[in-house]
């Protein structure tokens, strides 16, 4: 099992930034294949990006491709997700999302992943 935990949200005018970040409580880190999804309400949860045991893979989904960055630090049990020229559509809340192994396919089907953070939320305003 494995304890996340997300911080960074918050609120940013159009153009703006943030850093997510999302601390692992486990002892190997480098066993989970972990991502960041996010909820706008109304909508449904969506997958933007996902990073494999040893970092080393990282895979996007259209929406976050070119703005956002996800990187991972085994050594401080941390996953990251840097969003850039950030826009009111981003606004919701920010998951972040282990599951235990390799990265399955789908790889943004929430199925896949068996650990969820409380989420931290990002609000993007014109």
């Known amino acids: 099992k494995v304890e996340l935990l997300e911080s960074g949200g918050g609120s940013v005018r159009t153009g703006g930034s943030l850093t997510l970040s999302c601390i692992a409580r486990?002892?190997?880190?480098?066993?989970?294949?972990m991502g960041w999804f996010r909820q706008a309400p109304g909508q449904e949860r969506e997958g933007l990006a996902a990073n494999d045991g040893d970092g080393a893979l990282s895979t996007y989904a259209d929406s976050a491709k070119g703005r956002f960055t996800i990187s991972k630090d085994n050594a401080k049990n941390a996953l990251y997700l840097q969003m850039n020229s950030l826009i009111p559509e981003d606004t919701a809340m920010y998951y972040c999302v282990a599951r235990g192994g390799a990265c399955g396919r789908p790889i943004f089907s929430r199925s896949q992943y068996e650990f969820w953070g409380q989420g931290t939320q990002v609000t993007v305003s014109s």
């Open positions: 486990t002892q190997r880190m480098d066993y989970y294949c």
